[in-house]
């Protein structure tokens, strides 16, 4: 008897642990990927239409109460941490919209804000599992430390134009490692983020790669190593063949909302 009650148990808990991992993975990451589809235009965001829809809600809500621990692949954990702070960011903005830049959300103006922490990155609105936390949480307390993965910067998206593309589904952990590479490949392809002087051998990287530079190494060479696959193929072939050559600038920063003009 005492055999049995324990199996029921067993069976119990896996049921509510698949129950959990379907209803979020299959069925409110589906309203986020239809939403994504229908208002991401290459990597731009139709903000205008978008705040109309009471979808993104509805995928908010369900990231609300999803407990993210019932989900046991690393990917599937990692795909979950991304699309919530992607879906997050397109919330405060829409809730706030129309605005011209992410930075208008700041308590104190940028630059104060960013020295008593009261940027829309500090402010707890975004809920998990019932619980009040931040994007700076989401990013910098686990996405960055827990699965170091530096290509996570090239999907993490802050309402800037700077920032790379949003991607035009959601992240998927059975699909994850190739998305995030060809989010890296998209993102270095665009000479508005990223542009190479060949002749001279100066990389111009966004400003992303100077922020985090961390995460990618701890010098020119190191960088341009862990980033060289995602290069076009003449650049990387040079900065392969000659890597001592090549030396890194950062390109400025633009702060204008990434909506669709």
């Known amino acids: 008897m005492k055999k049995f009650k324990i199996l029921l148990s067993v069976i119990f808990i896996i049921l509510i642990s698949v129950q959990n991992s379907y209803s979020q993975d299959s069925v409110s990451v589906k309203i986020y990927d239809n939403l ?51 879906a997050y960011t397109l919330k405060i903005i829409v809730d706030n919209y129309p605005i011209s830049s992410i930075n208008d959300l700041h308590s104190g103006g940028r630059i104060i804000a960013h020295i008593l922490k009261t940027t829309v990155w500090d402010k707890d609105f975004v809920i998990i599992d019932n619980k009040k936390i931040t994007l700076n949480y989401i990013e910098h307390d686990i996405i960055r430390p827990k699965f170091k993965d530096p290509r996570i910067h090239f ?20 699909k994850l490692d190739e998305q995030l590479n060809d989010q890296g490949k998209t993102f270095f392809a665009d000479q508005s983020q990223n542009s190479f002087d060949g002749k001279n051998h100066i990389v111009y990287l966004s400003k992303i790669l100077d922020w985090y530079g961390d995460d990618f190494g701890d010098s020119d060479t190191q960088i341009l190593l862990r980033i060289k696959a995602f290069l076009p193929k003449k650049i990387a072939e040079s900065v392969n063949d000659n890597i001592i050559k090549w030396e890194i600038d950062f390109k400025s920063y633009d702060w204008n909302l990434n909506k669709i003009k």
Not at 51 to 63: M, P, T, W
Not at 74 to 80: C, I, Q, R
Request: hydrophobic letters at 40%; aromatic letters at 12%.
């Open 36 to 86: 994504l589809h229908k208002y991401i235009v290459n990597g731009l965001v139709d903000y205008e239409n978008l705040v109309k829809d009471k979808n993104l809600e509805k995928y908010i809500d369900a990231l609300s109460k999803f407990d993210p621990s019932t989900l046991t692949n690393k990917n599937d954990k990692l795909a979950f941490w991304i699309n919530a702070y992607n």
């Open 155 to 174: 999907a993490l998206v802050c309402g800037a134009m700077s920032c790379p593309p949003l991607r035009n589904e959601a992240y998927i952990g059975d």
